[in-house]
């Protein structure tokens, strides 16, 4: 090989290496816009399993019972990392009981005292994404729920009055605060988990708290307003 060949084939080799780092470079940069957040919508699909603390007039302390429940939450992404939210549940706990309850008819003795509650609540709220594919999630909220709470039964030495209590409404102001995890399968769908605590500012009613778990599919698009 002459001199002047080599050097051109020097020169081709330096061109196709040049050539080869800036097509990468371009595909990496494609597929981060292709993932950014920003202006991004998301519709999310919750299955909800956890554990909440039921307060109850005149009990001593509060029950704690299972709670499970599904959900739904719409984010709209106002930066790559920052998404306000609207989130959206209905929930069932198992029974609650309250040894050691005052007695309805007010005769004294003491009983145990049962009741079934069901919630739904609405809230809103903001979740920082950390991530791109792999996206660790905080988030903040506040909100209102309401609880249904069954007809109470009130049991004592082997006697049970079905009705001792009738059912009631219950309206709390509710705050939330949780850790997440989202994993991007493309770029229209995440799959992800998250833990949530949430206490309520009861008015007139008794308290709830709870630390629940959800698994969430969600659908991610731009939206064209």
């Known amino acids: 090989m002459s001199i002047a060949e080599g ?10 290496a040049t050539g080869a780092v800036v097509a990468v470079l371009a595909s990496l940069v494609a597929d981060r816009a292709a993932y950014a957040d920003a202006k991004e919508a998301s519709l999310h699909a919750h299955v909800i399993g956890g554990v909440a603390r039921l307060g109850e007039d005149d009990a001593a302390t509060p029950a704690t019972v299972a709670l499970v429940g599904v959900g739904a939450r719409f ?3 106002f930066s790559h990392h920052l998404a306000w939210e609207a989130a959206m549940a209905v929930e069932t706990a198992t029974a609650a009981s309250y040894a050691d309850h005052p007695n309805p008819a007010g005769t004294g003795f003491r009983g145990t005292l049962s009741r079934t ?3 739904a609540r609405l809230e809103l709220g903001a979740t ?3 991530g791109v594919r792999y996206i660790p ?5 506040v909100g209102v729920a309401t609880r249904f709470r069954g007809a109470a039964s009130f049991r004592f030495q082997g006697t049970t009055d079905d009705d001792a209590f009738p059912a ?4 709390d102001l509710v705050a939330v605060a949780g ?13 992800g988990v998250s833990a949530e605590g949430r206490h309520a500012v009861p008015l007139g009613g008794p ?4 630390v629940e778990g959800f698994v969430h599919v969600a659908a991610y698009w731009y939206p064209r307003w």
């Open 7 to 16: 050097q051109r084939y020097h020169r081709g080799a330096h061109l196709r």
């Open 207 to 210: 308290s709830f708290d709870s």
């Open 137 to 141: 999630t905080i988030h903040l909220g």
């Open 75 to 77: 984010t709209y992404a």
């Open 179 to 191: 850790v997440g995890f989202d994993y991007r399968i493309s770029r229209r769908w995440i799959a």
């Open 117 to 119: 509650t069901r919630l």
């Open 168 to 171: 009631e409404l219950a309206l």
């Open 128 to 130: 920082a994404r950390l």
